[in-house]
């Protein structure tokens, strides 16, 4: 079992930025893909983000390519979102989210099956 702990979220003017952190404890090192998702209020949940936890490949959703980036610290079993041009459209809970050793995917949420408690992100205009 994996436990996933967000932290960084806030309130923040639009244009600035923010980064936020999910440090993963237990058998964080069998995920294939650590993740970030956000859900807006009365949206569904969407992918952000996705790196593989070996070898460290990136994937983001094209609402953020060039704005967000994923990282990580495996000495630290962390992962990190770095959230710059915030805009009122970024506002949304965010989760941090780890995939099982067998992922077929990223993107999806059903490919995640553990889940950190979300953090909220507010972005005013």
């Known amino acids: 079992q994996v436990q996933l702990v967000e932290s960084g979220g806030g309130l923040a003017q639009a244009g600035a930025s923010l980064r936020l952190s999910c440090r993963a404890s237990?058998?964080?090192?069998?995920?294939?893909?650590m993740g970030w998702f956000r859900q807006a209020l009365g949206k569904e949940r969407e992918f952000v983000a996705a790196?593989?936890?070996?070898?460290?490949?990136?994937y983001s959703a094209d609402s953020v390519k060039g704005r967000f980036t994923i990282s990580k610290d495996n000495a630290k079993n962390t992962v990190y979102l770095q959230m710059n041009s915030l805009s009122a459209e970024d506002t949304a809970v965010y989760y941090c989210?780890?995939?099982?050793?067998?992922?077929?995917?990223?993107?999806?949420?059903?490919?995640?099956?553990?889940w950190g408690q979300g953090t909220q992100v507010t972005v005013s205009s």
């Open positions: 237990g058998r964080a090192f069998s995920s294939y893909f």
């Open positions: 989210a780890s995939s099982s050793p067998f992922a077929m995917g990223y993107e999806a949420p059903g490919n995640y099956n553990n």
């Open positions: 790196i593989r936890w070996s070898g460290g490949n990136t």
